[in-house]
């Protein structure tokens, strides 16, 4: 017998799951939303964690968390003044990110500023890079976690004494490239990188729970030689695409006090006008206050230092101790906030240092930032440190960190000695492991060469080979950049300096061939491209001509010596290694030497003493230039750069030893040796 339902009973089960259907529906479509919007507004990271999480706390809402009221910032709800200090995360290895905030907030600041450095994270076009010390998200929330607020700074522009002013390399690749400007290629390029940046940027933003209370557009625009509607219209375009991007915090400017009235002109609408200067506070904040009465003043930049030069003395325009206190006290007695750039400076790892010209000549930054920092560039805490801590207690009790905390103590630095570099490899020897040579009718620079699919040489040296005939006399080269030496015939004839036309003579008895011809090599370094001014965006290698007793050689052969991570290793484990020789005079060559490590590592010092001009790798990082003209002459290598066992110490020479090839591993820095020329 069939069972037989009631029909008013079916009619309201249809109606229910009409209901259950609609539901469902419903549910579908919010959790589609939901997926859309965590995809556009948070995502995941590289391992997969969701964006839209700031260590465990979700979004909260999208009202900016740095406001104002009068001449009053309010953070978070509480009225407070931005006690800042600058450290920027890619020059600090990531095992002391928190050691320095730690002692940043020890110190009595409770935020933290630092740039991003484009040509770090972008390297190549469309090739992005946040691990290791790279990790921008991990340094904020190191931050976060030591309850500090963040400024980013997020350029593209940064200057900072970074190579090119933190613009890639590649860009110039672009013959007609115009950088920092309106110029459709830069601004592609730009929105491109800020879309990636950006979504690692918007999650951290203390709207959602996390530390980052402001943003910089672009910096020191108003000092840019440019007019004030394109200014403007730039301006507009890096805040516009910001804000379409999610960025909802305050927007700040940065220039010096000279160039506020143009500042306030282009800056995006809304964005607090900020200042920058080394003396004279007074002065400063009433040129700020001018233009901005009714808005809190805020020193985007005092500089409780400066960066040195090669072949100039150490921290030429510093600040005494003394200065320092009076001029930070000025400051907060007059109601202002600031940023000590540089709280901590860091190092210039790598290839990444920058320049300056001035009066037409090329001044390298060295590979030491320490810059008169308040923190060392390893870190220590200097009388600087305990003047400024003891002032902020004394005059802005009301912001300082609570509870206050203890005065740190410095990290163990350790003597490992010296260390015999026993093998060697002449450059020459290693053209098999660099980039088959591009063949041209004239030299290029390293930018316009078509490697790295089309992006050109970003850094390092370019070896320019051609043959001429062995009855030459005379070499002249125009427009070199940076710094350079010549062989003929594997032998090094002569060293090559930046910018001036020069001209070298040849040996008639060094070219004894019986082809009749003779081989000569160009070897030219980029020392670090220009970060300040109108020459930003300089190309590197030979921008001119070579010229053989007056007349073009029409046959080159250009080679690119990158030194990326690949060509160590390969050149490290294979080549023609031999034993280092007694004499010298060697030309550009790698050496190489390991010392063991018995206990825990700690940090040291490699001196250079001895030798002339070249780079240093320590377990396959480049840590830097070395240059015997002073002032740096130790090289700062942080612990975690070394282990427990066999460390290997790589070096590349550009010209040769004075002395012995050994280095030596002390307990302590050198950094204001007396300039000296060249040897």
């Not at 020059?91 to 020890?106: H, I, Q």
């Not at 060697?424 to 620079?445: G, M, N, R, V």
């Not at 051609?466 to 070199?480: A, N, Y």
Request: proline share 6%; with cysteine.
């Amino acid at each position: 017998m069939a069972f037989q339902i009631n029909p008013s009973l079916r009619r309201r089960l249809e109606k229910l799951k009409c209901k259950q259907v609609l539901i469902c529906l419903l549910i579908g479509v919010l959790i589609l939303f939901i997926f859309v919007y965590s995809r556009n507004h948070g995502g995941t990271g590289e391992n997969g964690e969701s964006h839209g999480w700031i260590v465990g706390r979700p979004y909260t809402s999208k009202l900016p968390s740095l406001t104002y009221e009068g001449r009053d910032f309010v953070v978070k709800g509480k009225k407070m003044r931005l006690l800042s200090g600058t450290i920027h995360y890619f020059r600090v290895v990531p095992d002391y990110w928190n050691d320095r905030l730690m002692k940043l907030k020890a110190m009595g600041l409770n935020t933290v500023e630092t740039y991003v450095a484009w040509n770090m994270h972008e390297p190549l076009p469309g090739k992005y890079d946040f691990t290791g010390i790279l990790d921008l998200k991990q340094f904020v929330i190191t931050a976060q976690k030591l309850d500090l607020n963040v400024i980013v700074r997020p350029g593209p522009y940064i200057c900072g004494e970074w190579d090119n002013g933190g613009l890639p390399a590649w860009l110039l690749h672009d013959p007609n490239m115009r950088l920092r400007s309106t110029y459709k290629p830069y601004q592609d390029a730009v929105e491109k990188y800020f879309t990636e940046l950006f979504k690692i940027l918007v999650p951290l933003q203390g709207a959602y729970g996390g530390p980052v209370i402001a943003f910089q557009v672009e910096n020191e625009y108003a000092q840019h030689n440019i007019d004030n509607t394109t200014a403007k219209e730039h301006m507009n375009f890096l805040s516009n695409l910001m804000r379409r991007l999610g960025a909802v915090e305050m927007f700040v400017t940065s220039d010096g006090g000279n160039d506020l009235v143009k500042s306030k002109q282009i800056a995006p609408e809304n964005a607090l006008l900020t200042v920058n200067f080394q003396k004279d506070p007074q002065e400063e904040l009433r040129k700020l206050m001018n233009v901005q009465p009714d808005k809190p003043m805020m020193v985007m930049e005092f500089w409780p230092g400066w960066f040195d030069h090669w072949g100039y003395e150490h921290l030429k325009r510093d600040v005494t101790t003394t200065e320092l206190i009076e001029r930070i006290t000025t400051i907060l007695k007059l109601g202002s906030s600031f940023n000590l750039y540089m709280f901590h400076g860091g190092t210039n790892f790598g290839f990444m240092n920058g320049a300056n010209i001035v009066d037409g000549q090329y001044l390298p930054d060295v590979t030491s930032y320490d810059y008169g920092a308040p923190l060392s560039e390893c870190g220590d805490i200097t009388t600087k440190y305990a003047g400024l801590r003891n002032v902020l207690q004394d005059f802005a009790s009301d912001s300082i960190p609570v509870p206050f905390p203890d005065s740190p103590i410095n990290n163990k630095k350790a003597s490992y000695g010296e260390v015999q570099l026993s093998l060697y490899l002449k450059l020459i020897q290693a053209l098999d492991y660099a980039p088959p040579p591009y063949e041209s009718t004239h030299p290029l620079s390293m930018e316009l060469l078509p490697l790295n699919n089309g992006a050109g040489q970003g850094y390092g040296y370019i070896l320019y080979r051609t043959t001429i005939p062995s009855t030459s006399s005379k070499v002249t080269i125009t427009d070199l950049r940076d710094h350079g030496v010549a062989l003929l015939d594997n032998q090094p004839v002569s060293k090559l300096t930046s910018f001036a036309s020069q001209s070298f003579i040849l040996n008639p008895k060094m070219m004894e061939d019986e082809s009749g011809r003779s081989v000569l090599d160009i070897l030219v370094e980029n020392t670090g491209r220009v970060n300040f001014g109108k020459f930003v965006g300089e190309r590197k290698g030979i921008n001119g001509d070579v010229l053989i007793d007056g007349k073009h050689s029409e046959r080159w052969k250009i080679y690119s010596f990158e030194f990326k991570s690949d060509f160590i290793e390969q050149v490290t484990s294979g080549g023609l290694w031999t034993r280092t020789p007694s004499q010298s005079n060697v030309g550009p060559s790698l050496y190489k030497g390991d010392f063991t490590i018995s206990g825990h590592p700690e940090d040291t010092f490699i001196d250079m003493v001895g030798w002339t001009k070249g780079i240093v790798f320590i377990n396959g990082v480049n840590i830097g230039r070395y240059w015997n003209i002073g002032p740096q002459q130790t090289l700062y290598v942080p612990a975690p750069l070394l282990k427990r066992g066999i460390n290997r110490v790589l070096i590349f020479e550009m010209h040769r030893p004075k002395t012995s090839f050994t280095v030596y591993f002390r307990d302590s820095p050198v950094l204001n040796k007396k300039p000296e020329t060249e040897m």
